[in-house]
């Protein structure tokens, strides 16, 4: 009895955030806010989900919301990096349950997975570094957006989760994100039993970068932040495009492309800047561009 009493108290705080995403913005309706909120400084882009009412789920216009602070003048030299955070307790409950309901039709809920798709692997084809910011708990899609990113620090307290399944709805979309970032036996038993990872399990297996105090979180990610931007942001463009290329192909093949692609990047601006204010002793000055060395 006292067992089955500790279990629930482990699993309520997913049943909360999973499966009430709903029922959390029922009632009086309020002012609309901003689903995402933008900001920017010094390089460094946040997006931060907005809708911790709602428990911060992806809905349809959550997600487009988001593509578009992921895209907006992505190619600006003034952006080196972003990071995803969120409001609340709840990083991310994953979708937003109301909308895959049969009283949505086929095409919506197809719309829903196609979007959320898109975005998550956006995330890997953008020429910046994306980290997310976890104070919390992020499960479903939630989950699958912090193994989408390219770096992920989390606070101590935080849990992830993928508990499609029991609810009916296994986890299929994000099984792609956690087998690619976890051992096989892990990404299964979270998505055959809904489980949490804690945060330290959840960096032990490589799901997340770094955990650390809450008070530290916000420092510890802008460290991170500050660092890439000490870099240039065209050769971690290369770097990035290059890194999530290879780990598709087979070793002969992947030293074959990278082979090639650091000689490319020898031919860049910035590649040759580098090299020459090492052996000066002096700071490199980065155009950020793709242009080559004349």
């Given amino acids: 009895m006292a067992a089955a009493a500790g279990l629930w108290r482990l699993r309520k705080p997913l049943v909360a955030a999973f499966s009430s995403a709903t029922a959390a913005g029922a009632g009086r309706p309020s002012p609309p806010e901003e689903l995402t909120v933008r900001r920017q400084a010094e390089g460094v882009r946040n997006i931060v989900l907005n809708n911790p009412r709602k428990r911060n789920a992806l809905s349809l216009a959550m997600l487009q919301s988001l593509r578009e602070d992921l895209l907006h003048d992505v190619k600006s030299k003034e952006l080196r990096v972003i990071i995803i955070s969120a409001e609340g307790p709840v990083f991310c409950s994953g979708h937003d349950l109301k909308e895959l309901t049969s009283e949505e039709d086929v095409k919506h809920h197809s719309q829903v997975f196609e979007i959320c798709a898109e975005v998550m692997t956006l995330i890997q084809k953008l020429p910046v570094p994306v980290i997310a910011k976890v104070n919390g708990l992020a499960t479903a899609a939630g989950c699958q957006l912090v193994a989408s990113c390219d770096i992920a620090v989390a606070s101590e307290k935080s849990q ?135």
């Fill in 160 to 294: 992830f989760a993928t508990p499609g399944a029991n609810i009916g709805l296994f986890c299929s979309t994000p099984a792609v994100a956690l087998g690619r970032s976890l051992p096989r036996k892990v990404a299964l038993e979270m998505l055959f039993t809904g489980e949490p990872l804690s945060a330290q399990e959840a960096l032990m297996h490589g799901l997340i970068s770094k955990v650390v105090p809450e008070d530290k979180l916000e420092e510890e990610t802008m460290k991170i932040s500050k660092k890439i931007c000490e870099s240039s942001k065209s050769v971690l463009a290369l770097g990035k495009a290059t890194f999530y290329r290879q780990m598709t192909q087979d070793l002969d093949t992947a030293y074959k492309m990278t082979t090639q692609v650091m000689t490319d990047n020898l031919t860049l601006r910035d590649g040759q800047e580098g090299i020459e204010a090492f052996i000066q002793k002096r700071k490199p000055v980065w155009s950020h561009s793709q242009d080559k060395k004349k």
